[in-house]
């Protein structure tokens, strides 16, 4: 799931260089702050928000693409937790 800006081939949906600035991965730094539970939700708004908004930035692809990218990782952290509600 792949998507690269057309400028310069930039992974836009898995690494975008906005989210790696810094010497941590903003996610990561998240995950830490908030812990998994805290993540998962955060994660939840942010899938939401990029499928409410797809339609209106030109890029629908690219937001649903981001909105999967939240939902795994949701995935992720719930498997982990083995399926515990939050």
Known sequence: ???K???DNTDMVNNPPHY???KYE???????????????LYCQGNALKYILRM????????DIKKAMWYLNKIIELSEKQKGNKI
């Open 1 to 3: 799931m792949v998507l």
């Open 20 to 22: 790696n600035a810094g």
């Open 5 to 7: 800006d057309s400028k």
């Open 55 to 62: 339609w209106h930035k030109g890029k629908p692809v690219e």
């Open 26 to 40: 903003a996610i990561d730094v998240i995950q830490d702050a908030l812990g998994d539970q805290g993540t998962i």
